[in-house]
């Protein structure tokens, strides 16, 4: 059984808010408020949980946009690796 935390639920709540709201790293965070970092990561994630992230999911359109996108891009990739056994073929021909 874990052991009751020695920090108040008020003292983790802004400790979490500080550190989603500092530009800085959540290490350094937890150094000035003299907690351990992943005490801190671990109260951060479990905010992240239960409220949601601060930029969220994407929503449905912008993922079917990614999902378009990724396979125009593998579609491209392949293309270019086709024509590029051509290129190596007729730079060997000294002709």
């Known amino acids: ?15 979490v808010q500080l550190a989603l709201k500092s530009s800085k790293p959540v290490a350094h965070v937890a150094r000035e408020l003299n907690v351990n ?22 929503p449905v359109d912008e993922r079917a946009e990614l999902k378009e996108l990724r396979r125009r891009n593998r579609e491209l990739e392949q293309e270019n690796a086709f024509l590029k056994k051509p290129a190596v073929y007729f730079a060997k021909d000294p002709r």
């Open 1 to 15: 059984m874990a052991r009751p935390s020695p920090y108040s639920p008020e003292f983790s709540e802004e400790a």
């Open 37 to 58: 970092p992943e005490t801190l990561r671990t109260w951060v994630r479990q905010h992240e949980r239960e409220h949601g992230r601060q930029d969220g999911p994407l």
